[in-house]
């Protein structure tokens, strides 16, 4: 079993759709966790990072469940430039180093 | 504002020959990073080097060696390339290996080993 779970997708929606994404770990000692985008034979960019309190940044939402070691992803309104893979990440302490370790990612695709 | 610079950007290999990735990052970071990312893997550490001066294995570190020759680069060796190693490599840095920034990642060196 991966240490980051998500559905690889593709979540095919129409523009305006609200579209969620999940994301589970398997480690309780992970530390930080965030959302990065990475667009077709593009490199990752971060998109938002992602807390207890839920973070909102525009039409998109994150937030944490520490106790289920859940994570999810909420985008409202979707535009046809939202369309990418989604890539779920957590950091924890592991070997000496912050390790970042990535989900393989949810495609997203949005049509007119 | 460059951020960080891969190169070369495409790479044919015949099996066992070797090669060196060059990055460069120009945002003053402490710690840089080699990813490999295959399908439905996620990415996956090669090496890291936290600071200057150092250099540590990351999660598949076989096959490679680094080197970070200064602040602003750290290069990704290859020295007898295999099939296995066909895949999409990220440079990445960081202003600390911290738990709170977050990552700039290069454009990537797409490598195909034959």
């Known amino acids: 079993r991966k240490e980051v779970e998500q559905d690889p997708g593709p979540f095919n929606v129409p523009e305006g759709a609200t579209v969620a994404f999940n994301c589970t770990y398997s480690?309780?000692?992970?530390?930080?966790f965030f959302w990065y985008r990475q667009d077709c034979r593009k490199e990752p960019k971060l998109l938002m990072s992602?807390?207890?309190s839920g973070n909102e940044d525009g039409r998109f939402t994150a937030q944490l469940n520490r106790a289920s070691q859940y994570i999810s992803l909420l985008i409202r309104d979707s535009k046809l430039s939202d369309s990418a893979t989604y890539l779920c990440?957590?950091?924890?302490?592991?070997?000496?180093?912050?390790?970042?370790?990535f989900g393989a990612g949810t495609r997203l695709a949005v049509h007119p | 504002n460059a951020g960080v610079t891969q190169t070369p950007k495409f790479q044919v290999l015949k099996t066992g020959q070797s090669m060196t990735l060059q990055c460069a990052q120009d945002?003053?970071?402490?710690?840089m990073y080699w990813y490999r990312q295959d399908p439905g893997m996620g990415l996956r550490l090669i090496y890291y080097?936290?600071?200057?001066?150092?250099?540590d294995k990351g999660e598949v570190p076989n096959g490679y060696n680094v080197s970070r020759l200064n602040k602003r680069e750290f290069s990704l060796r290859l020295e007898s390339a295999a099939p296995s190693q066909t895949s999409v490599y990220f440079c990445?840095?960081?202003?600390?290996?911290?738990?709170?920034?977050?990552?700039?990642f290069g454009s990537g060196t797409r490598l195909t080993v034959v």
């Open positions: 080097s936290a600071s200057e001066g150092t250099t």
């Open positions: 990440v957590v950091i924890r302490f592991s070997g000496g180093y912050n390790k970042l370790i």
């Open positions: 992602v807390y207890s």
């Open positions: 480690n309780s000692a992970s530390q930080s």
């Open positions: 945002m003053n970071h402490n710690s």
């Open positions: 990445a840095s960081s202003l600390t290996q911290g738990t709170n920034y977050g990552y700039t």
